[in-house]
Nanobody
Framework: QVQLVESGGGLVQAGGSLRLSCAASGRTFSNYNMGWFRQAPEKEREFVAAITWSGGNTYYADSVKGRFTISRDAAKNTVYLQMNSLKPEDTAAYYC????????????????WGQGTQVTVSS
């Protein structure tokens, strides 16, 4: 299985920016679609963004469109989530995951998951 490790989370002011990274093990990284999800305390895990293995197509939740950008670097086996204009409601643990089927928003369709990185946005 693919192993994923997220990093880049932290505490930022509203309106600030962070870039999350998800490092994947193995040499088949570019063959997987990748997604970012987030989960706040006492809430369900929700979809944030996804990208095809080629990087040619992306998909975003309405709540982050225009603010977040997902990208990947196959040579580095890494997927990124650039988060700009952060809002307090973006506060959550962020997880990356693999999806061999597509760019769906249902977390049940995703396979390997990282351990998460915490993003906290103060008002």
């Amino acid at each position: 299985q693919v192993q994923l490790v997220e990093s880049g989370g932290g505490l930022v002011q509203a309106g600030g920016s962070l870039r999350l990274s998800c490092a994947a093990s193995g040499r088949t990284f570019s063959n997987y679609n990748m997604g970012w999800f987030r989960q706040a305390p006492e809430k369900e895990r929700e979809f944030v963004a996804a990208i095809t293995w080629s990087g040619g197509n992306t998909y975003y939740a309405d709540s982050v469109k225009g603010r977040f950008t997902i990208s990947r670097d196959a040579a580095k086996n890494t997927v990124y989530l650039q988060m700009n204009s952060l809002k307090p409601e973006d506060t959550a643990a962020y997880y990356c995951a693999t999806n061999v089927y597509g760019l769906g928003r249902d977390p049940k369709t995703y396979g390997s998951w990282g351990q998460g990185t915490q993003v906290t946005v103060s008002s």
